[in-house]
């Protein structure tokens, strides 16, 4: 009697934890899919200013400028940064998600 009431309460306990460890994962996976969002809307926009830095960098009047060429240099390295963290974000992303549909 005692040993089936302990091996009860230890299955509801361990019941419930995985209860809450599933919902603290799903909301984990949300966080971090929102955040990837948000992360392509950032890379979108530095990749617009990069095109226009381009564009004014090209024009003869400004063609050769150091100052520019540095900022579109520093713009280029900012944006494969973004790239390479948005990659990173979507490929843990579809790994959790495989992992919880499992």
């Known amino acids: 009697m005692t040993t089936t009431l302990i091996i009860t309460l230890s299955l ?12 603290y994962t799903r909301n984990l996976l949300n966080y971090l899919e929102m955040t990837n969002i948000e992360s392509r809307e950032v890379l979108s926009s530095i990749v617009n200013y990069e095109q226009h830095l381009t564009d004014v960098y090209n024009r003869d009047i400004f063609y050769g400028d150091a100052t520019l060429e540095a900022l579109l240099e520093h ?3 900012v944006a494969d940064k973004m790239q390479e ?18």
């Open 75 to 77: 713009t280029t390295m």
């Open 12 to 23: 509801a306990f361990s019941l419930l934890i995985n209860i809450v460890f599933v919902w």
């Open 85 to 102: 963290f948005v990659s990173v974000n979507e490929n843990l992303v579809k790994d959790e998600d495989e992992i919880t549909d499992a």
